[in-house]
């Protein structure tokens, strides 16, 4: 379809405040009809919030919203709805006990009876090929199915703006190509698409315009075909990209970490139990599991952390059985971890810096004597990590809740490598982290394995694992597939894994 | 204009001092109101309350009997609100750490001195820590609601004094009223301020809320409460077990309950009747919240709370009010705190208010 000439949607000048940032800055561009639009940034940039103005969740403080030429103010998401704009948000608000067809009709404004529902709902999925049973529960599907609910939901309005929030971080590769014929052939149906996202092969893959945020202001509006992927990663970042560097490799030591049929039963109604899990790390080892979100890497976790207890022998490190030890005996015996979530898990957000390094390294690090606490070391030690990782934060005495996500994760990630564990279980560690950030995150890692520890990665970032890990296994309900050298894996049959099909290079341990 | 509620980068210290102060200044103003509209000279009434408690010496040991049972049973109770463990139950526990060491002082016949004070003592917060254990047993084993079982076992523990005191311990000289004999002189705590009630029990009130505050604020045990309370997962992901909080939070709780019960019934009242049971256990729960859950805190709240006794006891003979108006006051601060709460963590803006155009609309 031609493009017409007044944009569908233009902001000009919109800027949006909160305490203590400037959250959007004289923000000014369109969106064409027809037009698959990116807009790209780091975390932080005010791609949400913008997006969030869009949509009616919050207002601009100052500047315009033009919808088709005509200025508007959009008061409400329900409102947006009504003049046409779609929105496929990052985290799904879902019922998981309900059905399919349940769901969307709770997310309707119009009340429509449950049959002429279903009949849209069928010919929205064959018209763009979206294949989901309307009567399955929620809590049977995919993540990838789960997002085509949240889709088909959007396209029952005739929406002529769709906004993706990063919609392809949960998805298998394999789901990431069916996602873009789908917004593919509704761009050529006329309908603009916002395209939010950081990976940038995707947006040179999927986008006829990019535009990029950095700290709240526009930087540039690219055509992502023309350029390539670290150029567009500069804009973001607003410097220049480090590559991992890597010391000579030395081959790998004995084996460090071993899990030999690990089962965890599952937690709560909808946990993901961990069925006969085998794999081991030696020194020096990075060793990858990649995985579509929610297929067991938070039970794994646990189950390495000791913060869910486990048989014995089904994880020995250095040839010591640590299987049934709890937290704190694993981290006394050389195991450290780092979980996905970093606010109240793993540090107490309302803690300062100095508390949060008693909470995990207090034992190893000497900082208890006779139960009382060494206040001084602690903060001593929390100064060393935010010097070492170059967190920015006001000092030791800051509290985990005032540092940005990278900061604080950088400030966690060096929490446990500078306890010099012998092993070392991170689950998502770049996860939210602007590109900087991950560099550094990444770059320690890579230097722990360099002096002999283990080191186990847990990620839905396929690239990051690629990129990071010399062995790479795969995660799926529960069950691990056979480990792999990075060095020969391909990412189609990575993919496949990813989606639960099993190819005969890959069997199960189970 | 609209209001909206502003999460601050870090909570308010001014706030966090204000919130309480404003709370017992409100509960003031709302009570010389409310008084002056029902015909009660409103402000004779709140002057006698809050006041004049504090400014005639007369009532100065007064106030710091009613003051020790409620700062030493609210430490035990921020311990375990801090980690979010709610003991509801200190009442019972008190009751029953009194009736602990009353057993001891029985037993002991007419033997006395510290020995027997000691083991009376130790036998209160036993007994207080016992009582307080079985919410504990029923969360940790069967996972049973410790709001709810703490507080039933309050009127059980009324129940037992009934029998204790109208039974086997009833005082064979008492005319047949249910209470126990009194202390003889050797079982009873000394009087530290010569001419006056105040017992050794105010002293150990005085002290032991800078143990807690160290214990709290230097310790492993303090922090690990600290931990569970605000952040469960890093707790357990920090190595430590919610299970054992639990239990060491409402045997702390039961245990200090049992210490100002034993401390009341040896120092204050010298023996056990149905009269016994006088509510410091639930004042105690608006005593630790009014203290902020801090030890010092609660020292201070503590105080204010015993004017409050005091004061009700005041204001039935000059305004002719009854005694419960107390209990009034002090539900009014306990609601106050709570409700001030959210301004340490969030500030109110004034905005104007938007202007609806809706869109498309």
Same mark, same amino acid.
């Given at each position: 379809?031609?493009?017409?000439?007044?944009?569908?949607?233009?902001?000009?000048?919109?800027?949006?405040?909160?305490?203590?940032?400037?959250?959007?800055?004289?923000? =000014?561009?369109?969106?064409? $009809?027809?037009?698959?639009?990116?807009?790209?940034?780091?975390?932080?940039?005010?791609? *949400?919030?913008?997006?969030?103005?869009?949509?009616?969740?919050?207002?601009?403080?100052?500047?315009?919203?033009?919808?088709?030429?005509?200025?508007?103010?959009?008061?409400?998401?329900?409102?947006?709805?009504?003049?046409?704009?779609?929105?496929?948000?990052?985290?799904?608000?879902?019922?998981?006990?309900?059905?399919?067809?349940?769901?969307?009709?709770?997310?309707?404004?119009?009340?429509?009876?449950?049959?002429?529902?279903?009949?849209?709902?069928?010919?929205?999925?064959?018209?763009?090929?979206?294949? @989901?049973?309307?009567?399955?529960?929620?809590?049977?599907?995919?993540?990838?199915?789960?997002?085509?609910?949240?889709?088909?939901?959007?396209?029952?309005?005739?929406?002529?703006?769709?906004?993706?929030?990063?919609?392809?971080?949960?998805?298998?590769?394999?789901?990431?190509?069916?996602?873009?014929?789908?917004?593919?052939?509704?761009?050529?149906?006329?309908?603009?698409?916002?395209?939010?996202?950081?990976?940038?092969?995707?947006?040179?893959?999927?986008?006829? =315009?990019?535009?990029?945020?950095?700290? /709240? #202001?526009?930087?540039?509006?690219?055509?992502?075909?023309?350029?390539?992927?670290?150029?567009?990663?500069?804009?973001?970042?607003?410097?220049?990209?480090?590559?991992?560097?890597?010391?000579? *490799?030395?081959?790998?030591?004995?084996? #460090?970490?071993?899990?030999?049929?690990?089962?965890?039963?599952?937690?709560?109604?909808?946990?993901?139990?961990?069925?006969?899990?085998?794999?081991?790390?030696?020194?020096?080892?990075?060793? /990858?599991? $990649?995985?579509?979100?929610?297929? /067991?890497?938070?039970?794994?976790?646990?189950?390495?952390?000791?913060?869910?207890?486990?048989?014995?022998?089904?994880?020995?490190?250095?040839?010591?059985?640590?299987?049934?030890?709890? $937290? #704190?005996?694993?981290?006394?015996?050389?195991?450290?971890?780092?979980?996905?979530?970093?606010?109240?898990?793993?540090?107490?957000?309302?803690?300062?810096?100095?508390?949060?390094?008693?909470?995990?390294?207090?034992?190893? @690090?000497?900082?208890?004597?006779?139960?009382?606490?060494?206040?001084?070391?602690?903060?001593?030690?929390?100064?060393?990590?935010?010097?070492?990782?170059?967190?920015?934060?006001?000092?030791?005495?800051?509290? $985990?809740?005032?540092?940005?996500?990278?900061?604080?994760?950088?400030?966690?990630?060096?929490?446990?490598?500078?306890?010099?564990?012998?092993?070392?279980?991170?689950?998502?560690?770049?996860?939210?982290?602007?590109?900087?950030?991950?560099?550094?995150?990444?770059?320690?890692?890579?230097?722990?394995?360099?002096?002999?520890?283990?080191?186990?990665?847990?990620?839905?970032?396929?690239?990051?694992? @690629?990129? @990071?890990?010399?062995?790479?296994?795969?995660?799926?309900?529960?069950?691990?597939?056979?480990?792999?050298?990075?060095?020969?894996?391909?990412?189609?049959?990575? /993919?496949?894994?990813?989606?639960?099909?099993?190819?005969?290079?890959?069997?199960?341990?189970? | 204009?609209?209001?909206?509620?502003?999460?601050?980068?870090?909570?308010?210290?001014?706030?966090?001092?204000?919130?309480?102060?404003?709370?017992? %200044? %409100?509960?003031?103003?709302?009570?010389?109101?409310?008084?002056?509209?029902?015909?009660?000279?409103?402000?004779?009434?709140?002057?006698?309350?809050?006041?004049?408690?504090?400014?005639?010496?007369?009532?100065?040991?007064?106030?710091?009997?009613?003051?020790?049972?409620? !700062?030493?049973?609210?430490?035990?109770?921020?311990?375990?609100?801090?980690?979010?463990?709610?003991?509801?139950?200190?009442?019972?526990?008190?009751?029953?750490?009194?009736?602990?060491?009353?057993?001891?002082?029985?037993?002991?016949?007419?033997?006395?001195?510290?020995?027997?004070?000691?083991?009376?003592?130790?036998?209160?917060?036993?007994?207080?820590?016992?009582?307080?254990?079985?919410?504990?047993?029923?969360?940790?084993?069967?996972?049973?609601?410790?709001?709810?079982?703490?507080?039933?076992?309050?009127?059980?523990?009324?129940?037992?004094?009934?029998?204790?005191?109208?039974?086997?311990?009833?005082?064979?000289?008492?005319?047949?009223?249910?209470?126990?004999?009194?202390?003889?002189?050797?079982?009873? %705590?000394?009087?530290?301020?010569?001419?006056?009630?105040?017992?050794?029990?105010?002293?150990?009130?005085?002290?032991?809320?800078?143990?807690?505050?160290?214990?709290?604020?230097?310790?492993?045990?303090?922090?690990?409460?600290?931990?569970?309370?605000?952040?469960?997962?890093?707790?357990?992901?920090?190595?430590?077990?919610?299970?054992?909080?639990?239990?060491?939070?409402?045997?702390?709780?039961?245990?200090?309950?049992?210490?100002?019960?034993?401390?009341?019934?040896?120092?204050?009242?010298?023996?056990?009747?149905?009269?016994?049971?006088?509510?410091?256990?639930?004042?105690?729960? !608006?005593?630790?919240?009014?203290?902020?859950?801090?030890?010092?805190?609660?020292?201070?709240?503590?105080?204010?709370?015993?004017?409050?006794?005091?004061?009700?006891?005041?204001?039935?003979?000059?305004?002719?009010?009854?005694?419960?108006?107390?209990?009034?006051?002090?539900?009014?601060?306990?609601?106050?705190?709570?409700?001030?709460?959210?301004?340490?963590?969030?500030?109110?803006?004034?905005?104007?208010?938007?202007?609806?155009?809706?869109?498309?609309?």
């Amino acid at each position: 379809m031609q493009p017409s000439q007044t944009p569908r949607l233009e902001l000009i000048g919109i800027t949006k405040r909160f305490p203590g940032v400037l959250a959007n800055d004289q923000v =000014t561009f369109s969106v064409l $009809a027809g037009e698959i639009h990116a807009l790209l940034g780091e975390n932080g940039a005010g791609k *949400s919030t913008l997006v969030k103005m869009i949509y009616g969740v919050m207002q601009p403080d100052a500047g315009e919203i033009r919808w088709d030429g005509k200025r508007v103010v959009v008061t409400n998401p329900k409102a947006a709805r009504k003049m046409g704009v779609g929105m496929v948000f990052q985290h799904f608000s879902l019922f998981e006990a309900m059905t399919v067809l349940e769901n969307i009709a709770l997310g309707m404004d119009a009340s429509i009876p449950a049959r002429d529902l279903e009949a849209k709902i069928v010919a929205v999925m064959r018209q763009y090929g979206l294949k @989901l049973e309307p009567h399955r529960i929620v809590s049977t599907l995919s993540v990838g199915e789960r997002q085509r609910i949240e889709i088909v939901r959007a396209l029952l309005l005739n929406p002529s703006l769709l906004i993706m929030d990063e919609p392809t971080s949960v998805l298998t590769p394999q789901e990431v190509d069916q996602l873009f014929i789908v917004l593919r052939q509704l761009a050529a149906e006329g309908c603009s698409i916002l395209y939010i996202s950081h990976k940038l092969h995707e947006i040179k893959a999927l986008c006829d =315009t990019a535009t990029i945020l950095r700290g /709240g #202001k526009l930087v540039d509006t690219c055509d992502p075909r023309v350029e390539t992927s670290r150029s567009m990663a500069e804009k973001m970042i607003g410097g220049s990209l480090k590559d991992i560097q890597r010391g000579a *490799s030395k081959g790998f030591g004995a084996d #460090k970490l071993v899990v030999q049929n690990l089962s965890v039963a599952k937690d709560g109604h909808f946990g993901i139990p961990l069925r006969n899990i085998s794999f081991r790390v030696r020194a020096g080892e990075i060793f /990858g599991i $990649a995985g579509v979100a929610g297929n /067991g890497q938070n039970a794994l976790l646990l189950a390495m952390s000791g913060e869910v207890p486990c048989d014995d022998a089904s994880v020995t490190v250095d040839g010591v059985k640590v299987g049934r030890m709890t $937290a #704190k005996q694993r981290r006394l015996a050389g195991v450290a971890s780092v979980p996905e979530e970093r606010n109240g898990h793993a540090a107490v957000p309302e803690f300062s810096l100095s508390d949060n390094a008693i909470l995990t390294a207090r034992d190893r @690090l000497g900082m208890v004597t006779g139960g009382m606490i060494n206040k001084r070391a602690s903060v001593t030690y929390a100064g060393e990590v935010i010097t070492a990782f170059a967190v920015k934060s006001t000092g030791p005495a800051a509290l $985990a809740d005032s540092l940005s996500g990278g900061n604080l994760q950088k400030f966690i990630m060096g929490r446990e490598i500078m306890q010099k564990p012998a092993v070392l279980v991170v689950s998502q560690p770049t996860w939210g982290v602007d590109a900087g950030a991950a560099g550094a995150i990444r770059q320690s890692l890579v230097d722990l394995a360099a002096t002999g520890s283990a080191i186990v990665v847990i990620s839905q970032d396929l690239d990051e694992l @690629l990129s @990071l890990c010399d062995t790479l296994a795969v995660i799926n309900e529960g069950r691990l597939s056979k480990p792999m050298p990075v060095a020969d894996a391909k990412i189609e049959e990575i /993919g496949l894994l990813m989606g639960g099909v099993h190819g005969e290079g890959a069997i199960h341990a189970a | 204009m609209r209001l909206k509620l502003e999460k601050r980068p870090e909570p308010s210290l001014l706030m966090l001092v204000a919130a309480p102060v404003a709370s017992v %200044l %409100l509960t003031m103003i709302i009570g010389v109101v409310v008084f002056d509209l029902i015909g009660i000279k409103g402000a004779k009434a709140v002057m006698d309350i809050f006041l004049t408690p504090i400014l005639s010496p007369v009532k100065w040991q007064d106030v710091a009997a009613k003051a020790a049972p409620l !700062i030493i049973i609210a430490l035990g109770l921020s311990v375990g609100n801090r980690a979010q463990v709610w003991n509801i139950g200190a009442e019972g526990q008190y009751v029953i750490g009194a009736l602990a060491a009353a057993g001891v002082g029985i037993a002991a016949g007419a033997s006395g001195g510290p020995d027997v004070l000691l083991l009376m003592i130790a036998a209160g917060m036993i007994g207080g820590a016992a009582w307080g254990g079985i919410p504990a047993l029923l969360r940790t084993r069967f996972n049973v609601n410790e709001i709810l079982s703490s507080l039933m076992l309050t009127y059980v523990a009324l129940q037992v004094l009934g029998f204790m005191v109208g039974g086997p311990w009833k005082d064979p000289n008492g005319r047949n009223f249910p209470a126990t004999a009194p202390l003889a002189d050797n079982q009873t %705590l000394p009087i530290i301020v010569p001419g006056t009630t105040i017992h050794l029990g105010v002293a150990v009130a005085v002290i032991l809320p800078f143990v807690f505050w160290i214990l709290m604020s230097r310790s492993v045990f303090g922090f690990q409460i600290r931990v569970v309370g605000s952040a469960p997962n890093a707790a357990r992901h920090g190595g430590f077990d919610a299970g054992r909080t639990i239990w060491l939070a409402m045997l702390i709780g039961g245990g200090m309950a049992g210490l100002a019960g034993s401390l009341e019934f040896s120092g204050m009242l010298h023996k056990i009747d149905l009269g016994f049971p006088s509510g410091y256990g639930f004042t105690a729960i !608006i005593v630790s919240f009014l203290g902020r859950l801090n030890p010092i805190g609660c020292l201070v709240a503590g105080i204010v709370m015993a004017v409050t006794y005091v004061g009700g006891q005041m204001a039935q003979t000059s305004v002719h009010i009854p005694n419960s108006t107390a209990g009034i006051f002090q539900a009014m601060m306990l609601f106050f705190i709570l409700a001030s709460d959210i301004l340490v963590r969030y500030r109110v803006r004034l905005l104007p208010s938007a202007k609806t155009v809706g869109a498309g609309e």
